[in-house]
């Protein structure tokens, strides 16, 4: 292989494709010229199988078997896939291992279950616990307790149906009368709020409306990926991204089997790494799909001084709101205890069963005579303490479950004695006492639990409670330490261009709570706190009808990171309670408070999208060329440092979005001219024209600016043939007085710009010099 050719099989970069009824393939083919003009190698597709009619991101499968009807079915994949051919582009197929809908009616499998019982051949599918609940599934449908709805349930030949729900009757029920018919099933409808603390199935994090599946199992593995792997086998999908590993049962065995049954495609795992924790490295995948690399391109443009300045305002400006003040582990501690009383109560029913069960049960004398509360609240102090999604069997746990933390469980026991109940728990989740399959259902519960814990206290609830930069409340950030060093970031790259060099990476997703533009805009908060203090003021002055002051914090922050936008209010107030409802401070999805909610709508009208926002937009305006430096420095160094870039759709032009579902609205396909539109073009095309530069046998080396403002300089070059450079922290910059001489050591040799065609440098390079037309700097060695 010459070195500007590639191994097709990795891509250069991808573009990922949000599928939905209204975007379906016909419309993505349409889609194919002008995304191939980017420069990008591969179409990134969200899921393709057949799942719940009219969903609008293809997470809740109902058959495996079959490429989704509403898109356009198999023909219509195929021909997409013909279509990206034609322009050079393959496919990578989001895939959903852990879960299925649970929507009997849609979902053939499941269907089986709910008539057959445990004796269907499907019944090894799901992960349902047929020891609770006297042996019936529990369908958490009613709308209220049975007594109340009892007479809206109706048998109809042999299926029983609940207003728009179907479930088959057992063979030989369908004459019996309603009380007797239902107590014949093998499941149970009952009121949707017994699902915290009664459900015997598991789920995806707390959404009983997906039903786990146990992939572990070969003959469901087989089943459940066979048209994926045929869709791989004749070349129509070229690569996967496999979508929650962490809530699979064995997450290092099916990536194993995954590979196996793939040859080894190109696979990016949907792993959130906590800041610092590693990727396993017996993983036979590529990498993680790149929430990791978006915390260190995100911490570059965020000031860590400034960032201190914001959070004491925020302490001042919303205490008591702040959740007990502020403090981000704190913050995180309380979320997941009310997480695993609340939202996960049933998964630590479970869990406890299957502890007390097996300690009953062992011959280690150690594990006797501890009674279910104890080790209840033992693996609670021990589950809440974890800094990480889970533990693995391919990782030392006892890095994950330390000892530090055993020592925080123990202090929940009023009695010495009865703390014994953590070492036994830690003991069992370390593996000590072997490895039986009691030992491993036992290991597998624990982890599942966590990850579901760790996903919903951080993500969905301490994100919204502690909020003094919402930029830094990303999927795998770290708001309580936001900012990344220079020094840091270099490390970061090194480590990944040696370990995991074609890793995937994003920085806009659609599951990110804001597009990178938006961030973009925030992070120049932490270069300016004093300013933003003073716009606070003046817009809160004589409180702002805001309902409550933290509230009103992440209101106007998220008003100033939107900006300009159509739609603005609706879009505002649907992003707001959302944040209200997953904070839970006030208000929550299944307990909402109406006059609480009614406020906020009414302060967002009156607030952030009427008069008061006219001053936070004037504000936003006057910082527009430093949103600018940040907007596209991300953008560079997103799609120049290792690993393999994925651009959301859409965000090759300024894109403006906020949490789910504005962030998978309708995009424009289609050249706009702007500036980052050419930066994102450039690095694309000069990534497809030079891979070599930029794939597995690629350097990554850092370099240094000279000078008074060497600090505000992000630079490294690839293979000693392309170089980024670009600026950071450009308000503190312009504030001190610009460059100032600063220059930047380049490589040996002569260097062309890319983005300003017929201007070159060498040698030492002045910052005024490169930066005089754009923050931002893409180079390229010309040949000797």
């Known amino acids: 292989m010459t070195p500007e050719q590639r191994d097709p099989a990795v891509p250069t970069a991808t573009y990922r494709l949000q599928l939905q009824p209204g975007f379906p393939f016909g419309a993505a083919a349409d889609a194919v010229p002008y995304v191939a003009s980017l420069g990008v190698s591969h179409l990134h597709l969200s899921p393709v199988l057949e799942a719940v009619p ?32 034609e322009h050079g582009l393959g496919l990578v197929v989001d895939i959903v291992p852990n879960h299925m809908a649970m929507s009997p009616r849609h979902n053939r499998a499941l269907w ?11 019944a090894r599918w799901f992960d349902i616990d047929w020891e609770a609940q006297g042996g019936q599934v529990l369908l958490p449908v009613l709308g209220g307790p049975f007594g109340e709805e009892a007479g809206r349930l109706e048998a109809d030949g042999d299926v029983l149906r609940y207003y728009d729900h179907a479930f088959p009757l057992r063979e030989g029920t369908a004459g019996l009368p309603l009380p007797r018919l239902l107590d014949a099933q093998w499941y149970r409808p009952v009121w949707w709020r017994l699902a915290r603390t009664e459900l015997n199935y598991r789920r995806f994090f707390s959404i009983s409306e997906l039903i786990g599946v146990r992939v572990e199992d070969p003959e469901v593995f087989d089943a459940t990926h066979g048209k994926i792997l045929e869709l791989l086998r004749e070349g129509v999908i070229d690569g996967l991204r496999v979508d929650h590993p962490d809530g699979l049962a064995d997450p290092d065995g099916y990536l194993r089997r995954l590979h196996k049954a793939t040859g080894g495609r190109w696979t990016v795992v949907e792993k959130i790494l906590s800041d610092g924790e590693p990727l396993p490295p017996s993983w036979p995948v590529a990498g993680t799909t790149g929430y990791d690399a978006l915390r260190h391109v995100d911490g570059l443009f965020t000031d860590p001084a400034g960032f201190g300045e914001l959070l004491g305002g925020y302490r001042r400006f919303a205490a008591p709101q702040t959740d007990r003040g502020g403090d981000w582990d704190a913050t995180v501690r309380r979320a997941a205890y009310k997480v695993l009383t609340h939202e996960l109560a049933t998964e630590v029913d479970r869990l406890t069963r299957v502890t007390s069960r097996l300690c009953a049960a062992s011959p280690e004398p150690a594990l006797r005579d501890r009674a279910p509360w104890a080790l209840r609240t033992a693996l609670q102090e021990l589950l809440v303490r974890l800094e990480v999604y889970r533990p693995y069997a391919s990782v030392d746990a006892a890095g994950v479950v330390t000892e530090e933390a055993a020592d ?18 830690r003991d069992l989740v370390l593996g000590r006492y072997g490895d039986g399959p009691e030992y491993v259902e036992f290991r597998t519960r624990f982890a599942q639990t966590a990850s579901a814990l760790r996903a919903k206290s951080v993500e969905d609830t301490a994100f919204y409670r502690y909020v003094p930069l919402l930029s830094a409340t990303e999927v795998g950030g770290n708001p309580g330490d936001p900012a990344v060093s220079p020094e840091r970031f270099h490390a970061y790259c090194a480590r990944v261009q040696r370990d995991w060099p074609s890793t995937g990476t994003v920085v806009s997703t659609h599951d990110t709570k804001r597009s ?14 004093e300013r933003w203090a003073d716009v606070l003021a003046e817009v809160t002055r004589g409180g702002g009808g805001a309902p409550d002051a933290q509230l009103a914090w992440a209101a106007w922050q998220t008003v100033f990171g939107l900006g300009p936008a159509q739609d603005a209010e609706e879009r505002v107030r649907g992003a707001l309670l959302k944040h209200v409802r997953e904070a839970g401070l006030y208000t929550s999805w299944t307990e909402q408070e109406p006059p609480y909610e009614e406020a906020v709508e009414r302060f967002v009208a009156e607030g952030p999208c009427g008069v008061p926002g006219e001053r936070v937009a004037a504000f936003r305006a006057s910082l527009e060329p430093h949103i600018r430096a940040n907007a596209w420095g991300a953008a560079l160094v997103h799609l120049t ?11 090759e ?5 906020l949490v789910d579902p504005d962030n998978r609205r309708a995009v424009r396909f289609g050249g706009d001219g702007s500036g980052k539109e050419a930066v994102t073009r450039a690095a694309l095309r000069l990534r497809a024209r030079r891979p070599a530069a930029f794939g597995d046998t690629a350097s990554y080396a850092p370099l240094t600016a000279e000078g008074p403002a060497a600090a505000h300089c992000l630079a490294f070059a690839r293979s000693g043939e392309v170089l980024t450079a670009v600026t950071r922290l450009s308000l503190r910059l312009a504030e001190a007085g610009g460059w100032r001489g600063t220059r930047l050591a380049l490589p040996a040799g002569r260097w062309a710009d890319v983005l300003e065609p017929g201007r070159e440098f060498g040698g030492h390079a002045p910052l005024e010099e490169l930066f005089e037309r754009s923050p931002v700097a893409l180079l390229e060695r010309i040949p000797d």
């Open 54 to 85: 009219g969903s609008p991101h293809g997470y809740d499968v109902v058959d495996h078997a079959r490429v989704r009807e509403e898109l356009g079915g198999e023909e219509g994949l195929r021909e997409l896939a013909r279509t990206a051919r």
């Open 112 to 122: 089986e279950v709910l008539r057959e019982g445990p004796a269907s051949p499907y």
């Open 408 to 425: 925080g469980a123990r202090l929940a026991f009023a009695v010495p004695e009865e703390a014994g109940a953590v070492d036994v728990v």
């Open 516 to 529: 990178a533009d938006v961030r973009a805009a925030l992070h120049v908060l932490t270069e300016c706190p």
């Open 641 to 651: 440092m290792p690993g393999v870039p994925d651009v959301y759709q859409g965000t």
């Open 653 to 657: 032009h300024e894109y403006r979005a």
